[in-house]
């Protein structure tokens, strides 16, 4: 009874601290918010003038102030380009604020610190933070990479990052999606390093590179790209295949039309997408007996590439066969 | 007098064992919730979720809606689901046998055309009349098939399903714009997610704009205020807490993802149940842990997904007691499972509490104090020993209900109004005595039916809360979405 008697009292001394702390504490915040809201309020016609290029913003403000100004300045920083979003930075760059933070997310010992700190410097976007940044990618925790591969986009992705994001994506460190959006930032710039990963002994690291060049390469990368076709690992071939139906010609189609009787239905698919894309005519023959024989994705894939080549030949079999996804494909073609 | 004895003495100290059972799994799930909810806060504020859907190379995600008789809220419903923030998705609604005008004003209010759609076979489900697609938009299709419930529906929604995940959406609930964005996080951070859950939330009280919840207030119903509550708990507190342990059993049907390929692989949903969603996830991990290849399943706590709840006993009842009955149905269907070491957490811990706390709790905690009672009257319990033991209970019910509260207050503050977390406070000093008992009655009345084999799953009033434009969302009456 006794020791049920202590459990009682400590109960109720914890529900009252933790009732009263919940209600005082939405009372303080409620007050917060006003407050900050009368700030905003306040800086916003001098913020505007200085984004438009005028006066410069005020100095000698208290805490609060300059806290509510900087997070103003940051939130304008991810809508804006050119001359304001620069005039930003350089105002991030006098006050400290981008040593600050590049020390944090140095040093920090604390998760949240160090992804703040990286996600601070992309919304800022001083090209100063790059190396912070690129060092950032190899943190121990995978929210700092994650937010260090976003800043790193919102930088534009400098070419040096080019190499350390592509480890960064092969090696699994930040999420699959987001590395390859960074790389992607980087845009023509980062093709040397990404061409020369082509031959690189890890496959993943060939399928990257090879993809990514699909999206930012051109006609030139098709022969190099093309030998992917024949790498011994099925997601090399397979964005070989869907990087030649966007930067490949004519010349590709054979190849693609080998690859299309790949071994795994994944490759498969993609050289029928990559073949619709390329309008290869020589490929419909093969591209039918796939919409009516192969694999759901496959088919599907096969008769979509089809109705783009040859919408004729696509509709006249749909009605002779009734395939399913070829049916698909005319009723979506009809509607335009 | 001596085996009465040992009945009053062996009924007592198995309640209390299962009291402290059970109140320190929740005090450990709170603990751990604190830890998990503020990561989960601090990943989403500073994370690169919006960077990442940029991406070109982010997986598809077809969003399936089971719809039967939702003619009064499915064009609204429909509407804020194309509005969803997310790149590459497509809409599937699966009507079915609609017997009012669901179709017709589907029909009309996307301008609706047959059209023929490939399916596949992997999920059994009864025949489907006739494909539709959206003469405006081509990414959303309407089937229109023969009436078969909504696992059985679902299961036609995956057959048409274009892209790897799958995302099920109760007809009747409004999911927020960049819930599909934030629920997918988990599948582009980790590649061993194979399904991810989002919280639910109470739409009663809030005001809806076309199809958007844009102003969040507690409800009126004093009803439907126990149940935030109650929400709370299951959601924050208990779904992030089984997360820990990857031994999550339950994603909410109103809004679950799910890798396609998964669901294929184990045969669709189970059409005999209306609890689908547990079932499919308990037959996910059984599945995935047997082929021994690492998987997670994960409860997002952001994405939210609005439900309106029962605001009447009467509809209230029903509704509990359909859900423990599905409860029931699937750990009797998986009882080969429960406490067996070859199905890893699930088959120690996932099972085991499900049976004992979820299952049979309800009847120890209806049975329970009325033993204890007369155990006192008998004379084999000192009066200080209950009467402290009652303030125990009490005062830790309202200790984990204000602690789930805190979580939400200190993590989300959804509630805006400063009078409304005065409520909540209030209703969790109350909620233990009254509501929580009837809760347990319900329940225990449903695993009495289980046992007389009575199955059937009563009339599921569902009414729609799309439609709504502006203003209060009126009382209804529908299944809504299991917070257990």
């Known amino acids: 009874v006794r020791v049920l008697l202590a459990i009682v009292l400590v109960l109720s001394i914890v529900n009252a601290v933790v009732l009263f702390a919940l209600a005082s504490r939405r009372l303080r915040l409620s007050r917060h918010d006003r407050r900050q809201a009368a700030i905003e309020k306040r800086f916003r016609p001098r913020v505007h003038e200085f984004l438009g290029g005028g006066s410069d913003l005020p100095l000698g403000l208290r805490r609060s102030e300059e806290g509510v100004l900087a997070e103003m300045l940051r939130r304008y920083a991810r809508l804006l380009q050119g001359s304001s979003r620069r005039r930003i930075a350089e105002y991030f760059v006098r006050r400290g604020t981008v040593s600050r933070e590049m020390s944090i997310l140095a040093s920090s010992k604390r998760t949240w610190r160090r992804a703040r700190a990286a996600h601070v410097l992309g919304d800022i976007g001083s090209q100063i933070a790059t190396p912070a940044l690129i060092a950032a990618l190899t943190d121990t925790r995978p929210d700092v990479r994650a937010t260090a591969v976003r800043s790193l986009g919102k930088l534009g992705s400098p070419p040096e990052a080019t190499e350390a994001l592509i480890g960064a994506v092969t090696d699994r460190r930040v999420p699959d999606a987001l590395g390859r959006w960074g790389l992607l930032q980087t845009g023509t710039r980062g093709l040397p390093v990404m061409r020369s990963l082509l031959v690189a002994s890890r496959p993943d690291e060939r399928a990257t590179a090879t993809q990514l060049i699909g999206f930012v390469g051109d006609a030139s990368d098709a022969t190099s790209v093309e030998r992917g076709l024949h790498d011994g690992s099925a997601s090399v071939r397979r964005e070989s295949a869907l990087a030649l139906g966007r930067i490949g010609g004519e010349g590709d189609v054979a190849a693609l039309m080998v690859t299309l009787d790949d071994q795994v239905p994944v490759v498969r698919a993609a050289a029928a997408v990559a073949l619709g894309r390329l309008r290869a005519p020589a490929s419909t023959t093969s591209l039918l007996s796939h919409a009516r024989t192969d694999q759901f994705e496959v088919a599907r894939a096969a008769a979509v590439a089809l109705f783009e080549i040859d919408p004729v030949l696509a509709t006249d079999t749909a009605a002779a066969t009734e395939n399913a996804h070829l049916l698909e494909v005319l009723d979506l073609g009809r509607l335009g | ?484």
């Open chain 2, 1 to 484: 007098v001596s085996a009465l004895r040992l009945f009053f003495v062996v009924s007592g100290v198995g309640t209390i064992v299962y009291f402290a059972a059970i109140n320190t799994i929740y005090l450990v799930f709170t603990l751990m919730a604190w830890r998990s909810l503020s990561t989960s806060v601090s990943r989403h504020t500073y994370g690169a979720i919006e960077e990442a859907f940029e991406s070109p190379f982010i997986p598809g995600i077809t969003v399936i809606v089971p719809a039967y008789n939702e003619s009064a809220g499915i064009v609204e419903s429909v509407k804020s689901l194309i509005g969803l923030h997310y790149p590459l998705h497509e809409i599937v609604v699966v009507n079915d046998g609609s017997t009012d005008e669901t179709l017709d004003r589907l029909r009309v209010g996307f301008d609706l055309v047959p059209a023929h759609r490939a399916m596949r076979g992997a999920a059994a489900c009864r025949p489907v009349r006739q494909t539709y697609v959206s003469r405006q938009n081509h990414d959303l299709w309407v089937l229109d098939k023969e009436n078969g419930g909504k696992a059985d529906a679902l299961n036609a929604g995956v057959n048409a399903a274009r892209h790897p995940y799958i995302c099920a959406v109760d007809a009747d609930t409004i999911i927020e714009p960049d819930a599909l964005l934030d629920v997918a996080a988990p599948i582009l951070e980790d590649p061993e997610v194979v399904a991810t859950g989002g919280i639910v939330r109470i739409a009663n009280g809030c005001t809806i704009d076309h199809g958007r919840v844009v102003d969040v207030r507690l409800p009126t119903s004093r009803l439907a205020v126990l149940q935030v509550l109650e929400y709370f708990r299951a959601f924050l507190v208990g779904r992030v807490g089984w997360t820990q342990f990857n031994t999550l059993l339950i994603i909410s049907g109103a809004f679950g993802l799910f890798r396609r390929e998964v669901v294929e692989e184990v045969g669709g949903y189970w059409t005999e149940t209306v609890c689908e969603d547990m079932e499919l996830v308990v037959r996910m991990h059984r599945h995935l842990h047997s082929r021994g290849a690492p998987y997670r399943i994960a409860f997002v706590p952001d994405p939210v997904c609005w439900t309106e709840v029962p605001e009447d006993l009467r509809t209230l009842s029903g509704q509990r007691r359909r859900w423990q009955r599905g409860l029931g149905q699937t750990l009797w269907r998986h009882r080969g499972a429960t406490a067996n070491p070859r199905c890893g957490t699930l088959g120690l811990l996932g099972m085991p509490y499900f049976v004992i706390f979820e299952f049979l709790g309800p009847v120890i905690e209806i049975l329970g104090p009325p033993v204890t009672l007369v155990a006192l009257l008998l004379g084999y319990l000192s009066l200080f020993f209950f009467l402290a033991l009652l303030a125990v209970a009490y005062l830790l019910g309202i200790a984990l209900t204000v602690a789930a509260l805190a979580l939400e207050e200190f993590n989300f503050r959804r509630y805006r109004q400063g009078r409304d977390i005065l409520r909540l406070l209030a209703y969790a000093i109350v909620e233990n005595i009254g509501y929580r008992q009837l809760n347990d009655l319900w329940r225990m009345l449903a695993v009495v039916d289980l046992l007389r084999r009575r199955t059937s799953w009563g009339a599921q009033r569902r009414r729609g809360i799309g439609r709504v434009v502006t203003g209060r969302t009126r009382k209804s009456a529908h299944s809504g979405a299991r917070p257990t």
